[in-house]
């Protein structure tokens, strides 16, 4: 498998390309000229923002799949707390469609986050309350925004939306739930294991799983 994973620098793109080189896939990890990438030997690193075409079409080509682990960079929880750029994810993913395309990547794996599109529905009023009194309520529009686009693209696309995300262990043990009871969390490490796989298998079963570990009712 070649894959390129977007995000390579954050905790859940490190998990990606780390198990993605265990697995002895080709990897392209693209990152700012900014970001920190200390990754595996055998990385290709790309470097350029993810405005730049060109950048994304010089990782792109020959891929297989794409993951995404871009995220909104928050200055904190607080709900004071701001964005470092609001709009990039709703901004990024209609470059990284047309990049996609151009180049004849077929397949997409991009983080979003559990409470969006019909998982709402799923979460408990905590969670929501959480979400809505904090600086993730930053996020959530964003994250909507990006998933309408990657669900329009016309590409094979899963918009993973993990629970709360832990630096815990791989266990093995995420699912895709469908009623969450008490708390709910998954580690990056599972989270990211759970995209490898699925890029490994068929078309994608669903759009938009709610992923967790911890939690499914
Ligand atoms: N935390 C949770 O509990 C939770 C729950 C559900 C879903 N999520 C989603 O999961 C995502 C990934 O989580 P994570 O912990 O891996 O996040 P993270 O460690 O904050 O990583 C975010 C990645 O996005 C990149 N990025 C941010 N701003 C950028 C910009 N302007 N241009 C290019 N790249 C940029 C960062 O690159 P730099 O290193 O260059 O900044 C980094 O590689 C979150 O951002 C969120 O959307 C989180």
């Known amino acids: 498998m070649k894959i390129v994973v977007l995000g390579a620098s954050g905790g859940c ?4 390309v780390k ?12 990152g700012r000229s ?17 405005q730049d075409a060109d950048a994304l079409e010089a990782a792109f080509e020959g891929a297989d799949t794409v993951f995404s ?3 909104l960079n928050l200055s904190g929880l607080s709900p004071f707390s701001t ?3 609001p709009d990039l994810l709703s901004r990024a993913a209609p470059v990284i469609v047309e990049a996609m395309k151009r180049t004849g990547v077929p397949r997409l794996v991009a983080i979003s986050a559990g409470g969006v599109g019909d998982s709402a529905a799923l979460m408990p009023w905590f969670y929501k309350w959480i979400v809505a009194m904090t600086s993730m309520r930053r996020l959530y529009p964003e994250l909507e925004v990006m998933e309408s686009v990657y669900a329009s693209s016309e590409l094979d696309v ?9 630096d815990g262990p791989r266990t093995g043990r995420a699912v895709v739930a469908t009623r969450l009871v008490g708390q709910a969390d998954i580690s990056r490490a599972d989270l990211a294991s759970w ?3 699925a890029a490994e298998g068929g ?14 009712g």
Not at 34 to 50: A, C, F, K, N, Q
């Open 203 to 216: 078309r994608f079963e669903h759009f938009g799983p709610l992923l967790t570990e911890r939690g499914a």
């Open 69 to 71: 682990a871009l995220g």
């Open 19 to 30: 198990q993605a080189v265990e697995r002895g896939w080709e990897v392209t990890a693209v």
């Open 195 to 197: 995209m490898l796989d």
């Open 158 to 166: 899963c918009c993973v939306r993990p629970t709360t995300l832990t």
């Open 13 to 16: 793109g490190r998990q990606l």
């Open 34 to 50: 900014t970001s920190s990438l200390e990754l595996p030997d055998g990385v290709r690193i790309v470097r350029g923002e993810l």
């Open 83 to 85: 964005a470092e750029v």
